[in-house]
C-alpha cells in the first residue's frame, strides 16, 4: 500500500514540489492555503465571497497528467479591455465550478477528475478568511497582498476571522504517513496552514513525522537574514506538541554571478545552513538541489521528490 504523504503550502513552492512528488509511489494529497488577496484572486474572492483559488489552480496544473495544452489554458491570463483583464481562465474554471458544485472543495474534486491528477487537492477552509501580520513596530497589516508587499519584519501572523478547516483535511491529517512543510513564502503560504486551532490539533494526535523543505533564497520582506535554523524555528512556534522531525536543505553551489543578479535585482540571498543552531534531533537530508535551467534559481523537482519518496520508506 502506498503511504500518504500530506503536503501544506500555497503558491509556487508547492506546486514546484508536486512537480516531482509526483512522480513517484506516493498517495499525495495537497492542502493549500486559500488567503491569498491579490490580483484576478482578490477580486474573484470580493465578487464571489469564496477562498483564494489562485494557489490551488497552480496546484491542479501541477498535479494534472493532461496535455501540455491544457495547463497552458488554465494559465492562460486575460490582456483585454474589458472586466476579463488579467483575470486566468483556471481561476474562472475553479469559481465556475465551486458555483456549481456549492462548495469549493467539490468544485476542485469535479475539475481535477477532468484533469486527471496524481493526488488529491484540498482548500485549507472554506472560509473567504483575511490574513493579517503584526510587523516588529506594532502596525497591523491587513491582507496577504500588503502583507508581502510591506517593508519591515514580521513579528506574527493570523487570521482576521476565524476559519474551520474543511473535514477532509482533518481526515487527511488523522490518516498521513508523512506531514510535508512545503518550501515557499514562510509567512504568507507555509504559517497561514498553521494558525488554525484544529489543524494544530490534529497534527499533535498524527502518528506522521513532520518534514520541512527549506527555501534556497530567502524573500525580501519574510526571510531577510533568515538561515535555516531561522526558518525551522520559526515554524516550530506555530506547531504544537509535535514538531519538525526532518529537514532537506540545498547544499548545491551558486554561481557568485547568480548570487549577484538575486541580490541585485530581487533583494534575495542564499540560505545558509548553520547546523550548529539546529536541535540536535531534527534530521538534516543535504542534497545539491539547485535548478538553473529555467535561468532562475529553482528546487530540482526529481531530487526533492526522490529525497521525500526515500523517508517514507
Known sequence: MKKKVVILGGGNGLSTLLRGIKNFPVDITAIVTVSDDGTSTGRLREEFNIPAVGDIRRVLVSLSETEPLVEELLNYRFNTTSDLNGHTVGNLLLTAMSE????????????????????KVLPLTEDNCTLMAEMQDGKIIE?????????GIIKEVFYKEKPVITPETVKAIKEADLIVLSMGSLYTSIIPNLIVKEMIEEIDKSHANIMYVCNIMTQPGETDNFKVSDHINTLNKYLGNKKIDTVIVNNGKITPEIIEKYSVLEQKDPVILDKENIDKNIKIIEC??????????????????????????
Open 143 to 151: 491582507g496577504e497582498h500588503n502583507i508581502t508587499q510591506k517593508q
Open 288 to 313: 545539491d538541489l539547485i535548478d538553473t535551467t529555467s535561468g532562475k534559481i529553482s528546487h530540482d523537482v526529481l531530487k526533492l521528490g526522490f529525497n521525500i519518496f526515500s523517508c517514507t520508506l
Open 100 to 119: 456549481i458544485a456549492g462548495n469549493l472543495s467539490d468544485g476542485i474534486e469535479s475539475l481535477g477528475k477532468v484533469l486527471n491528477l496524481k493526488g
